[in-house]
Structures are given as structure tokens and as C-alpha cells.
């Protein structure tokens, strides 16, 4: 058994899951409602009360506000996390994606949802805390650190804001794993596998090639390519324009600008594709808004054509893979199937093409479920960084980075100092020098890509070298040292190799969050304050519970309890004997209503003490000796009225 | 005469206090991961001495052996010191590995370990802006070939294609690709010279050396030209 609890997850476009390594095997640890998969969908509850904030919900709870109150509610944020405004304008369109309206050039996004505003790596944050909560529910126990999967063709900031929403979470995330490696270590586990394979993840919205080479428990990753905004998402898209087009021309109505009747287009259409997998027809019905009905008849010959294009974009990615990793199709001995596109039976047919496998007498490996493949390999890994255990104890994953990591150069080139496919951890030393006397700042830009062209390339980071001792021109040598972890995230460090100054490195992230930002969206710290308040307001009411309870125990010692029926002393004695149950527990309206109940009881038993307090202060006892009295009996809560003297 | 590794014995393990040796990235004795030697060569890394021609089945066997000590998965529960030395050390192996297993690469590096100044492969964006001098010997099918280049280019931009011309560009590329392999079987010829050389004292090393650039050069050169090919006829 492994020292501490290291969870594994599978933070997906379209559903999420976590899953533990439990006696040598990984498991799914279902949700409070019995599900394994949590969908990655978060909402705002509607609020009764408009000063309360917000709860969030997160999962199949969120599903409903999807369709009742679709701008309360967000799905597919994968699709934007490490992104800017300017390269989702193609998501947007497709997306009910509302942004905030003030998004600067190079910032963190901001969605709307409902009256608030979120950056897409605290949408995420809700999704992990529920992992995490489920987790622990099912531990019985706090759970701190886990291993989270990306998709393998992530680029720095995506990892980065990834990285940063599992810190939002109150998780200590101890690696990222790229999600087909994840599924490899799954399926690796089963056998004694040698040799080359092949993992082809399709999944809700991201696409992942990568090539393995397996021996002696080392999993090498040799190649690895995709694209990370297609999926099973790019499916629907084109069946909801088709059912839209078709309810413009056969009902007359245009349904784009209904976020209602599309959500409910998506989730009919959906559930067509799924049946379409197995079936050759199925039936496309909507009810939509004022009264109208869409029904259709699709075929899975017609799915496949119109899906054509969206799976063709596959082969590019596996090709260059191919390229990269030295090999010919034919040398992959075993394919991998993962993501729940995959079970569309074209893809299928794409994948067999790719790879001759029917030809070769062979068949993908479809074993593990693909939804859950990744979430299982991850808390394979999770295994792993724990400490393993007797059947991880050999196990070692060589990841690679997807993208050549680059400068750009005088003319807005890119030189590249770490190619793609290269094992990770990797490093790059550079010099840099300055062009101007005395010169003691030096800007760098770094890129993250293939393309020749700085402004073909994803900018990751531009770097400020400050604090250069002040030199002749070309003086000053500067060695700036790139290093690419096992997470696939870039780190940089500088120093002036002729006066040995550690320069300071100044990274201002494009599109990332920074340090402090991070910290300050911490959902635990929030958290906390939420629950501290509720258990403060459960203290609160029990100490009035408490004040009135005491009270009605020295009632009966008083002149006035005599003065009150029979009935109501019994009717006293009944909520007294509730209240003192209730006020047990922490359902906090329970305990006010109760002890309201009880003080209501007893508010003509205060009056006639009152009265009776205030005639002995005539009859010459002092105001002093008649509010001692008074404290004796049952005052707080009531609010005493003025004394009248008469 | 010391034997290497007499030479470089010069730390003791900040651990058990063991003498490591030096470019050794954990210790033998207590296997502790060791603060990184920035001084240590690829060579080192791997314990090999400075010899081109390698087995690259053994080089993989030592790599593989090497990751597993000291991979940062390994050292997820080790103190923040030994993390960070666990960090650069494997990205120390990985450049290693990644510059040795390739032919090219190695080669390369070696010249720069040696003090010859290179043009690295890939490393110049202005590469293809600048190509290096044209080899005298194919100053003729250079010039042939930029020609046809040229013709398919424009015979492409008003959406065309020319089958003849197409099958004499194929034709020429896998040409150069033989060069190239030729070219490669050069370079590996010139590393027993290499290595030979350095086994029996015999100084001719610089010679070598120059013919190794030149060699580079070469390949650099017909290796563009394969590429304008491939990307002309979107291959």
C-alpha cells in the first residue's frame, strides 16, 4: 500500500472521472449519485434569494440548468482553457460561450455565467473539487495530491491553466499525463507488452496520436501529435446545423438565437449519434420552444457522410506521428482505442485504414472502456509517484513534448532550441548578448510550434533579462536556460556569464494567470469561509436555543407560570422537548424554527412576568432589584418593551 | 598515467559521503541523485569516452537503466533539493540521449565539444534563407533542378499539374536521397577514421574534423534540396 493517497484524473471536455489504484488494480470511484462519469458541466444555482451568493454545481446536477437556464451553465471549457479571445473567435461560434465583454488582447478569458464572471481555470477548479470531494467521501478521508491528464498536444499554457485550476482545487498536483500515455500504462498493466503501439484518442473535443515503444516496463513515447479542438463535439456541431437548417426549412423557424432550443437540439442529437453507433437509423425528435416539433429520420450512412470531414482531420496528425517516430504503419503491432468517439463505427474504419489492421490479421484493443482508459491510467501513474506497488514497481513513463519550443529571432523567425518529440524533462541553453552600449535589459519572445514564422507560432512567454551589468555592445554574455519538466511546462532561468549575475528573469505568460492570481481564486480558502460561516450560524442559533431552553426549565418556579392554562404549559413542555432534540443536529432552519416556536409559546408567560416585574417596582422595590428579576426570567429573545410607569 | 576515473574523482556524495565520480548523476554507493555537474559532457553521461561510432542498442539499455534513477517520478517524496538535482540531471540524460542516438546529431556535437565551428542543423532559422555553398560536384543538377522547381511552382499557382515534370522531380529526389544515404555512409566512415586515429595517438584528428564539416555541409545541402521537393509536390 502506497504512503499517501494519490488520486488520478481524467479532467475531460465532456465528462470527467477519478479513479485510485485499489489492491494492484485501478478503479473509477463513482459519485454520490452511483455514476462514474461526472460531466464537465458547471452551472449557478438559481438563486430565491438575490443577495446569497451563488452555489455551484458541478456534474449532473449542472446538466438540468443546461437545458432550463442555459446562461447559467458551461460545458466544453476544456475547449478554452490557455486560450485568448482572439483564437476562440471559431469556438464562439459554435459554443454558447458568453464572455465577458472587456477581455483584453494576451488575457486570461472570463465567462459568463448567470451575474458572475469565471476564468475558464476555475470553471475546471469546480469540476476537480467534486472529483476530489467524491474521492474523499469515498476515502472517508482528505485527499491532497493527484495526477490530472491533459491531452498530449497541450502547449505550455494549456498545461499551465490546467496546472493552476487543480491548485484552485486545493490539489497538489504532482504530474500531468498526457491522456494517451495514461491509457497505454492502463492497458500495460494487463500484459508483458514489448514493442511498438499505436494510441489513437478521440475524445469529446481533443485529438491525440501518440506512438509507444514498450520494453521491460518503460513506456517511451516516441511521437506524439493532434489537435486539440477536434472531437466528438465537432460531431454534434454538424448534426445541430443540420437539424437547424432543417427546422428554418420545414417549420419556418430560425432556432439559432434560442440557447434553450439549441441545448435541447444537442442533447437529442447526441443521443442519435450514440445510437447510430450500433444502429443504422435513428430517430432525431426535439420539442422545441412555442409549441413546435422536429422529427427526422437519420441513417448512419447519412452521419458517416457528413462526419466525413471531421475524421479525415485525423489522418494528417497520425501520419506526421508516423514521420516522426521513424516508422511505417506496418510496424505498429498493436493500436489502442480511446475516447468515446472512437466507438463510432467510421472511425473505426479510419483507424483500420491507418494502420492495415484488418489486413494484418489484426484488431484494435477496445478492451478497457474508452471512456475510462485515461482516468484508470491515471491513477496507474498516481500509483507510481505514491511509490508504488508490486505491480507499477517497474513501471516507468518517457513522455515527450508535443511542440518545438522556439525564440523568435531578428526578423520575426522562430530558431528553435528544443524540437518536438523530445523526451522530457528537456533542456536548451542559449546566449543571448546585447546591441547597444550599455544596454541592460534584453527582451526575449518565446514560441511554442512548428511554423517558420514567430507569428505563425503560439506565444508562450516574452521573457525580460534584467539587470545586465551595463557593457559595451555585445559585451555582456547572457546564458538563458530553458527547461521543459515532466509536465510539459516550461521553466526559465538566466545568468551574465562574465559578471556571474543571476539575471532576473521577468515571465509575463500570454494568456496565463500569474502566481498571485492563482491565489486568490483558490476555491478551498473560499470554501472554508462558506462552511465556517455556516457552522458559526449553527453555534449562534444554538446558543439562543440554549438561553430559551434555561429560561422555560425556571419558569415553573415563577408566580407567573401560575397564571397561564393548562393547555398552555403542556403545549410549552411539547416544544421545549423538540427543541432540545433538534437543536442536536446542524440543520440550522430546523433550530430556528423550533426555538421561534418555543418563544412564541412562552411570550404571554413573559408579559405577565413583565407585568408582574413592573408592579413590584411600584409597590417600592428598586428598577435595579426588578431588571434582576427580570434577568431570571425568560427575557432574551424577547423583545422587552419599554417599562410603562403608570 | 591516472586512468579516467582516477582523474575525476573530486566530490564526495553530500549523502553517505561516498567519492563520486565526476559527470556521475547519482551515487553508486547509496544511490542518491547528486547536484547536476554543469561541466559534463554527453560523452560522460553515458561513461563513454569521446568515440563517434556508438551501439545504439546498448546506449538505449544504459539510458533506460540511467531513467530509472533518476526520472522525477522517482523523487515525487524526496526533499525539494533532491527534486530539482533529479530535474536537471534527467534533462541532462534526455539532451544525452536525444544528441548521441542520432547519428547526425552526435556528430555535430561532437565537432562543437571539439571546438569546430558548425552550423548546426536545424538550430539557424535563416537555414533555408541561407543556404550553404552548392557542393562543386552538383553545381549542374542543382541548377537543373531549381529550374524544374521553379516551372512546378508556377505550373502549380494556376492550380495545374504537370505529370511529365512531377515524375522528373520524383526522379531527381530520389537522387538526392541516395546522396544522401551516400552521404551518411561518409560521415560513419570518417568516425572509424576518427576513432582509429584517436586509438593509436596518430594526429590527424583536425583533418578528419574538416572533412566531417565539409561532409555536414554536404548533407545539410541535399537534405534542403529533398525538402523544396517534397514541398512543391505536397508529398
Redesign the interface.
Known sequence: MA?ERVIGIDLGTTNSLVAFMYNERPIVIPGEDGLNLVPSVVALDVQTDPTARPTVVVGNGAHKSLMLFPDRAVYSVKRLMGRGAEDVQDELKLFPFRLADNIQSGEVLRIRLGEMEFTPPEISAYILRQLKRNAERYFGGTVTKAVITVPAYFNDAQRQATKDAGRMAGLDV??LVNEPTAAALAYGLDREKEGIIAVYDLGGGTFDISILKL??G?F?VIATNGDTHLGGDDIDNLLIALAIDDIRGDLGVDVRSSAEAIQAIRKAVIEAKIELSSADSSRLEVELPEGHHYCREITRVQLEALIKPVLERTIGPVRQALRDSGLTSEQIGEVVLVGGSTRIPAVRHVVDNLFQLAARGKKPHTELNPDEVVALGAAVQAN????GSKATEDM???DVTPLSL?IE?LGG?????I?RN???????TEHFTTGVDGQTNVAIHVLQGER?LAKDCRSLARFDLKGIPPMSAGLPRIEVRF????NGILHVSAREQRSGKQAEVEVKPTYGLTDEQVETMILESFDYAEEDFHVRQVIEARNEADTILAAVEKAPQHPAWQQLSAEERTEIARLDRELLGIKQGDNLPAIRQATEALDKATRRFAELMMDQAVSSAIQGETMESASTKLGQGPTAPHEIAPAEFK | MPTAEEKFVDVACWSCAAPVVHAQLFCASCGKVQPAHSGADYFEVFGLSRKLAIDTTSLEREF?RL??RL???VY??ASEQEQNWS??N???L??A??TLKEPIARTEYFLRLEGVEIQEE?????DRKNPSRVPDDLLEEVFELNMQLEEMRMTRKTGDDDPDLRQDLLTAKQQFEAQLAETDNFIQQLWQERDEALASNFDFGDQIKQRMVAALDRRRYIRNLVRDVNETLDT
Open positions: 504512503e504532482l504530474r520494453q521491460d518503460i517511451e507510481i509517484l505514491a511509490g516507468l513513463l518517457l522556439g529571432a523567425v522562430v530558431a528553435k532550441i524540437d523530445s523526451t522530457i524533462p528537456a533542456s536548451s517558420e527547461l521543459i519538466d515532466a | 533506460y531513467s530509472r526520472h522525477p517520478d515525487t517524496r530535474l536537471r534527467a534533462s541532462l534526455n539532451d540521449y536525444r536545424g538550430k539557424q532559422a535563416s
